[in-house]
T-cell receptor, first 111, second 112 residues
Framework: GNSVTQMEGPVTLSEEAFLTINCTYT??????LFWYVQYPGEGLQLLLK?????DKGSNKGFEATYRKETTSFHLEKGSVQVSDSAVYFCALTGANSKLTFGKGITLSVRP | DAGITQSPRHKVTETGTPVTLRCHQTENHRYMYWYRQDPGHGLRLIHY???????DKGEVSDGYSVSRSKTEDFLLTLESATSSQTSVYFC???????????FGQGTRLTVV
């Protein structure tokens, strides 16, 4: 079946640091890949997505590239802000399957 | 933002009592989902619906039932609440089974 593996957390960074959050997946066929963000006390929001190999999703300074050869969809941001402190979830869908989520990782950004 | 409303937003209930959580959407999306979120477990799918009166189980469906009598409403019922069902519950919707889902704000349920 489909699965998503995220790096262990939590992650703590200083403001303006570079961020990488690793995500790898197992799926048959050609899944679509997503990053969701959950701010404290809120529901999940779609941050970005990519639907085919080599696509790059981007939003709010975050980027992730769909790498089929390494089955990865790592999230990056060049300079994090305190307001980026949240929980980040990697997820995928298959051709006829529902969203499968990773366990999420908590990011804390210090001023 | 997708039009998804969960009610109530917070609830405290006693063990053994029935509880119903409501999800209402204004997007006319076919698919609706109930998840629970617990520390260390991420999001786990409880039940989902693929149309009016069409529902199926997720990975943690024991102790829960659902109903969807109208496109816009998806109800989650805990027949007899237990302390292990203390959690944050999220409703989500999607147009298709394999597209992104949009989430409600969540319901924090405490079973005492």
């Amino acid at each position: 079946g489909n699965s998503v593996t995220q790096m262990e957390g939590p992650v703590t960074l200083s403001e303006e640091a570079f961020l990488t959050i690793n995500c790898t997946y197992t799926a048959t066929g050609y899944p679509s890949l997503f990053w969701y963000v959950q701010y404290p006390g809120e529901g999940l929001q779609l941050l970005l997505k990519a639907t085919k190999a080599d696509d790059k999703g981007s939003n709010k300074g975050f980027e992730a590239t769909y790498r089929k050869e390494t089955t990865s969809f790592h999230l990056e941001k060049g300079s994090v802000q305190v307001s980026d402190s949240a929980v980040y979830f990697c997820a995928l869908t298959g051709a006829n399957s529902k969203l499968t989520f990773g366990k999420g990782i908590t990011l804390s950004v210090r001023p | 933002d997708a039009g998804i409303t969960q009610s109530p937003r917070h609830k405290v209930t006693e063990t053994g009592t029935p509880v119903t959580l409501r999800c209402h959407q204004t997007e006319n999306h076919r698919y609706m989902y109930w998840y629970r979120q617990d520390p260390g477990h991420g999001l786990r799918l409880i039940h989902y619906s693929y149309g009016v009166k069409d529902t199926d189980k997720g990975e943690v469906s024991d102790g829960y039932s659902v109903s969807r009598s109208k496109t816009e409403d998806f109800l989650l019922t805990l027949e007899s609440a237990t302390s292990s069902q203390t959690s944050v519950y999220f409703c989500a919707i999607s147009e298709l089974i394999n597209t992104e889902a949009f989430f409600g704000q969540g319901t924090r349920l405490t079973v005492v």
